[in-house]
């Protein structure tokens, strides 16, 4: 095949929406070779800015405001664009896109990058760790900026929480409040990306899994590659 023809077939990457409860937004994704990682991460620098400003005024509460954020991130997310075309087997998209509307915008996206229409990964925990669940949300808390989930224990002092990866900091009762909020809405909004999904024909993948006991991000995170490796 010459270099022109090669360009000419340009493979198409598997782009995976997953989609897993934040409280889980403690493991780290390993590089793997062929596979890209999207996650908020990628947004962080903007999200940072605007967080610090909002911190100054405080003339919206933390999770109106961070509402008001998240609708505005995709409308200009040129990260995103520059992803769509990146050469890749896989590209995995975390806890991405956040609502039906976001997932909409990202179709258009999809098609203008010339890629092929989405598959959704949903991962639940069987109901025998339920109770590991339950104790690993008691114990967690989550970071507004990079939504990171941290152990209460090792974040919070003095009423304060304090990202350990970002070292930003907000009051407890703010961090515990938009912690619920998110982790509702994240249910609220995967049943209307699901629900779309269905209707627009997407394949849709469900998982059940096993949670560590421990919470060990490694284990959990090579049960999940292996779901996606699946796809
Ligand atoms: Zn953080």
Redo the contacts with the bound molecule.
Sequence with gaps: MTEKQSLLARKKSKIVLLLINPIFNYITWKEEPNIYYYSLNELIVDRREKLMAWKEQKSDDLISFIEKLNNSEIANNEKLKQILEIQASKLIFINYPRSKENLQELEKWIRFADQSPPVLLLVNFTEKTEKIFVELKNASIV?P??E?SWKKESTIQDGNFL?P??K?TFSQKEVEEFTEWLLDDHVKKSVEIVEYGKKNKYKIFQRELSLPTDFESEILQKSLQEQINKI
Excluded: N, P, Q, V
Aim: with cysteine.
């Design positions: 970071c900026l990079c990171k990202c990866l970002d930003i």
